[in-house]
Structure formats: structure tokens, C-alpha cells
């Protein structure tokens, strides 16, 4: 939704996922609404990967909280940032309709959560050796 709602053909969205990491994805508008060009990943904002292509629009909380390391890694790539991008239901709606339409969509309870982050906690040991 987010980066339907940019407006750019290529679109990078980066949000802070807290925890010194970022959720990071690439999207290009295609006939069929959009394409993960680099789908959904966590890491940490130094690590991003690199799109291909340096006409890319940029938003999302992860610019605001980390705009140095992000723009500095990705400053070949991006041609703009897009401020106070958030994700909006309208947008969630304009990418379903053609779905609809072509009767490609799925019921609301079919619907499963996608977890991009499956691990939010460290065990002891992993916590001790964080801290050495």
C-alpha cells in the first residue's frame, strides 16, 4: 500500500522495526498493480540490499529514524525520498479492485498473516554473548 501510494514506478519502503533493524522492501508497478522487485526482509539499515536502477522514490518511518546510514547507503539509488509515508486504506482498496474484478481475490477469513520478523525475543545465551 505504501508503495502504491508514492506514486513513483519504482519504489523502495523502509520502515523502523525497532530493535537497531529495518523492514525493508522494493516494488515496481506492473499491468497488474505491483511487483516485489526485493520482497519484504529484515535487516539492519547498513544492510539493505541494493535495488538495480537509480530512478527509485524512497519513504517510510525507517528514513526518519535512520536518514544518514539509508540515504548514504542507497544515495546512487534513490532520486527522492517521499515524507510522512504511511499506508493508507484506500491504497489497500485501489490494489484489490482489479483482483476483484478479475475474481482472483480471497475471502477475508482465507486470509493468513505474513510475519517478516519470526524472531522478536534472544535467549539467555544469545543475550550473554550480545554482550561480550
Same mark, same amino acid.
Given at each position: 500500500?505504501?508503495?502504491w501510494q508514492a506514486g513513483g514506478d519504482h519504489v523502495i519502503v523502509c520502515l523502523d522495526a525497532r530493535m537497531?533493524?529495518?523492514?525493508y522492501a522494493a516494488y515496481?508497478?506492473?499491468q497488474a498493480g505491483l511487483e516485489?522487485?526485493?520482497g519484504p526482509c529484515v535487516c539492519k539499515p547498513a544492510e539493505v540490499p541494493? /535495488? %538495480?536502477?537509480?530512478r527509485w522514490l524512497a519513504g517510510g518511518s525507517g528514513f526518519a529514524a535512520y536518514p544518514e546510514v539509508l540515504t548514504g547507503r542507497l544515495r546512487?539509488?534513490?532520486?527522492?525520498?517521499? /515524507? %510522512?509515508l504511511w499506508p493508507h486504506a484506500r491504497a489497500i482498496a485501489e490494489l484489490a479492485l482489479p483482483r476483484f474484478a478479475a475474481g482472483t481475490a480471497r475471502a477475508a477469513d482465507l486470509a493468513e498473516p505474513f510475519y517478516v520478523?519470526?524472531?522478536?525475543a534472544l535467549t539467555t545465551r544469545e543475550r550473554r554473548e550480545a554482550g561480550r
Open positions: 500500500a505504501m508503495a537497531h533493524e529495518v523492514y515496481c508497478r506492473a516485489a522487485v526485493l541494493m /535495488p %538495480d536502477g537509480d546512487a539509488r534513490i532520486q527522492g525520498i517521499v /515524507p %510522512d520478523r519470526d524472531k522478536v
